[in-house]
């Protein structure tokens, strides 16, 4: 199934592309700028040249057809993807177009907005359904000349050193879109597509200090003498490889593993030896990594076992608070939660986290074996719960671009050690976290 890698991989590029040129549409609205044209167009060109040309051709021909042969089922989603590619020919002449046209900036910004939102849906109805169908239906040798197409003409933004216009795109794409991997989310529209940096957090008092904490699995020492600090309002990432110590740091601080040395303050107080549950009913919730939602058990269940600290009489209220932050969990309130996509499965692990009304929300890898368009939503929604709610959050993650592109401040650990710290952003430029974790 190399083709859903490689559409996948499409899909992502696409959605840079877009982004940026999103970006450059909103900035022409303010101030006209001859460079800023000149990148829409080469947005414009590539989507022009790559995606109408072999893109969607490869799709319809292959993909749609075959699905459309074997599966009824598929056939509203089908018509709705092909209306899609049949519009966007005409979509990016009217951009072109605007791009030239003296003081249309404001028309063009809106075109711009409104082509985005529709590559958006549709590449998420493609791979939340049409692929999910595929994977269901096709055969061995379907998909054996699936994967030789789509390898027949790659992405010409995935190709390795490139000059000319593609580089220069390339090149511009990186400034203005950089960070997460996957699509925008439906969850929260009112966020803008644009991937500014987060505002800067006010110096607060840290609300949780971590001083030279050691612990041990038997006779394997997993921290020795971690220190963190997580100030209020803040949103923290720790990121590392595999092994590295992440998860078993987040085990310490909501107490389910003990500390053999260090000490742990939270709100000023030392919690060092306090109980898992006296420290959920002080403020920390955690959202394990894996979700680990009960799945026969209702979506509404499921989310006031997150509450079991708190009285009855407030759950009604945070169960109205959640619904409104994830509509999809509303709507299936009533099923099991085990009929719940991988990704709203993470949706329903971070709203359970939240019934307990954290002050310090700890999430354990939310983006572990999603879907990229699927990541940018859970990275969507844990910067609105930041900006938006003020939420402190702590964020384990192995995908550190997309970590530390929306967190204020970030620690790398190592084999059980804190090897480097600074700004999300200042992370993200730093040569050994670009090699080690960056893949650049
Ligand atoms: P991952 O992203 O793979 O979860 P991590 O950074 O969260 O990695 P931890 O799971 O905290 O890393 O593991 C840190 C070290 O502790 C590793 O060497 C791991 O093998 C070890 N370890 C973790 N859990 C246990 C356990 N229950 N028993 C023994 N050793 C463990």
Request: proline share 4%; net charge neutral; glycine share 8%.
């Amino acid at each position: 199934m190399r083709a859903i890698e490689i559409i996948r991989a499409e899909h992502r590029n696409m959605w840079r592309a877009a982004h940026a040129m999103q970006f450059l549409g909103q900035r022409f609205a303010e101030a006209d700028n001859e460079t800023e044209r000149r990148t829409v167009e080469l947005i414009v060109d590539y989507f022009e040249s790559f995606c109408e040309v072999y893109h969607h051709p490869k799709e319809e021909n292959l993909l749609l057809k075959r699905l459309a042969a074997k599966s009824n089922e598929a056939a509203e989603t089908i018509a709705r993807l092909r209306r899609d590619h049949d519009a966007s020919p005409a979509q990016l002449a009217r951009i072109r177009q605007l791009v030239g046209a003296p003081d249309a900036a404001k028309k063009l910004s809106q075109e711009i907005g409104l082509f985005c939102e529709r590559l958006v849906e549709h590449m998420r109805m493609e791979e939340d359904v049409a692929l999910d169908l595929a994977v269901n239906i096709f055969s061995r040798h379907d998909w054996a000349e699936l994967d030789a197409a789509f390898r027949a003409h790659d992405d010409p933004l995935n190709q390795g050193e490139v000059g000319g216009d593609i580089g220069l795109l390339r090149h511009r794409i990186a400034q203005i879109a950089p960070a997460p991997e996957g699509l925008g989310g439906r969850v929260d529209t009112r966020l803008p597509m644009t991937d500014k940096s987060p505002a800067p957090v006010k110096a607060a008092a840290p609300l949780l200090e971590v001083e030279g904490l050691e612990t041990r699995y038997g006779r394997i020492q997993a921290l020795h003498g971690v220190s963190i600090r997580v100030r209020q309002g803040e949103l923290v990432a720790l990121v590392g490889a595999n092994g590295a110590g992440k998860t078993t740091l987040l085990r310490c601080i909501s107490g389910v593993q003990t500390a053999t040395a260090g000490a742990l303050r939270f709100a000023g107080e030392n919690i060092t030896r306090a109980r898992p549950e006296s420290r959920v009913r002080a403020g920390i919730c955690q959202s394990p990594e894996g979700r680990q939602v009960f799945a026969p058990m209702s979506i509404e269940d499921n989310l006031i076992m997150g509450a079991h600290t708190r009285p009855g009489r407030e759950i009604t209220q945070s169960l109205e608070e959640i619904f409104d932050l994830f509509p999809i969990l509303a709507e299936r309130r009533k099923l099991p939660a085990g009929t719940l996509s991988g990704g709203q499965q993470q949706m329903l692990a971070i709203g359970r986290a939240l019934m307990g009304r954290p002050q310090l929300l700890l999430l354990d890898e939310p983006s572990m074996g999603l879907a990229p368009l699927i990541v940018e939503d859970i990275f969507r929604i844990v910067r609105m719960l930041k900006e938006r709610r003020g939420m402190t959050v702590l964020l384990v993650e192995q995908n550190a671009r997309a970590a530390l592109a929306i967190s204020d401040y970030a620690y790398v650990l190592e084999t059980g050690v804190v090897t480097l710290e600074g700004s999300g952003q200042e992370l993200l430029k730093n040569d050994s976290v670009q090699r080690a974790y960056l893949g650049m």
